[in-house]
């Protein structure tokens, strides 16, 4: 292995400015402290012949593991989702940041990158519906499941604007195209995002729910604590849903 490169030079490469700032391009715990693990990390990995496909095959592992880890009961369960819903994030930096720095950008791994945020926070649901259902079947692995299908449904609302601006010959929609041309819609989607209520139907938010809820779960020996959070991600997910559509169709992301 040759000499690791110098990080000026590597953030220079693989943390343009342009992906951090963008606020649909970047998690907010990316800019807050994952960036700074990441490049460490991607600087001993671009000095192997681990390539960012493998990375990127690595982070969807994770993903999906941290959902199998809520159906072990107790805090262990909880601590362990976490953990890997954070190994996820970090592999979702790395896997970019190597392949800038090698240049082996590919659609593969593209592909295979947005099907891992699919399946990550979809396990991660209906892990917490099987957790609520106590290692059973029920309304509450229903709810689970119902609550993956949800999320399922707001990413592919968002990837679904690339697909169809890509059928029409336009650009990649900026950010400036996500603003609602209604003042009302623009309001309340003003007002949502002052609360981020709707980070929770992220993996990595409602990981960290589910893990409050589990210390609740010790302390009051029942789980009722994990119900009332997996209800309360199933209901702001649902309400996601529709509103989420709505702003995409009265902003100008598909003009």
Same mark, same amino acid.
């Given at each position: 292995?040759?000499?690791?490169?110098v990080?000026?030079?590597?953030?220079?490469?693989c943390q343009?400015?342009?992906?951090?700032?963008?606020?649909?391009?970047?998690?907010?715990?990316?800019?807050l402290y994952?960036?700074?693990i990441?490049?460490?990390?991607?600087?001993?990995?671009?000095?192997?012949p681990?390539?960012?496909?493998?990375?990127?095959?690595?982070?969807?592992?994770?993903?999906?593991? #941290?959902? !199998? =880890? +809520? @159906?072990i009961?107790g805090?262990?369960? &909880?601590?362990?989702?976490? %953990?890997?819903?954070q *190994?996820?994030l970090?592999?979702?930096c790395?896997?970019?940041?190597v392949a800038?720095?090698?240049?082996?950008?590919?659609?593969?791994g593209?592909?295979v990158?947005?099907?891992?945020?699919?399946l #990550?926070? !979809? =396990? +991660? @649901?209906?892990?917490?519906?099987?957790? &609520?259902?106590?290692?059973? %079947?029920g309304g509450? *692995?229903?709810?689970?499941?119902?609550t993956?299908?949800g999320?399922?449904l707001?990413?592919a609302?968002?990837?679904?604007?690339?697909?169809?601006?890509?059928?029409?010959?336009?650009?990649?929609?900026?950010?400036?195209?996500?603003?609602p041309?209604?003042?009302g819609? &623009?309001?309340?989607?003003?007002?949502?995002?002052a609360?981020?209520?709707h980070?929770?139907?992220?993996?990595i938010?409602?990981?960290?729910v589910?893990?409050?809820?589990?210390?609740?779960?010790?302390?009051?020996?029942?789980?009722?604590?994990?119900?009332?959070?997996?209800g309360?991600?199933?209901v702001i997910?649902?309400?996601m849903?529709p509103?989420?559509?709505?702003s995409?169709?009265s902003?100008?992301?598909?003009?």
């Amino acid at each position: 292995m040759g000499a690791a490169p110098v990080l000026e030079e590597l953030r220079e490469v693989c943390q343009p400015q342009a992906k951090l700032a963008s606020r649909n391009g970047e998690h907010w715990a990316g800019r807050l402290y994952m960036r700074r693990i990441s490049l460490r990390t991607t600087r001993q990995l671009v000095r192997t012949p681990v390539t960012p496909d493998q990375l990127t095959w690595t982070m969807v592992v994770c993903g999906v593991a #941290a959902g !199998a =880890a +809520l @159906m072990i009961p107790g805090l262990t369960g &909880a601590v362990l989702a976490v %953990v890997l819903m954070q *190994l996820f994030l970090l592999f979702d930096c790395v896997d970019g940041e190597v392949a800038r720095w090698k240049g082996q950008n590919s659609a593969a791994g593209i592909y295979v990158d947005r099907l891992g945020a699919y399946l #990550a926070d !979809a =396990a +991660l @649901m209906a892990g917490a519906g099987y957790r &609520a259902a106590e290692s059973g %079947v029920g309304g509450w *692995l229903s709810v689970g499941i119902a609550t993956a299908l949800g999320v399922i449904l707001l990413k592919a609302s968002t990837d679904l604007v690339d697909v169809a601006r890509a059928r029409r010959g336009l650009a990649v929609a900026d950010d400036e195209s996500t603003r609602p041309r209604s003042q009302g819609v &623009a309001t309340v989607r003003r007002i949502a995002a002052a609360f981020k209520i709707h980070r929770v139907t992220n993996g990595i938010e409602a990981s960290l729910v589910l893990l409050v809820a589990a210390v609740a779960d010790t302390v009051t020996g029942g789980i009722e604590p994990t119900r009332w959070a997996l209800g309360a991600l199933a209901v702001i997910t649902w309400v996601m849903v529709p509103a989420h559509l709505l702003s995409i169709l009265s902003s100008s992301r598909l003009r």
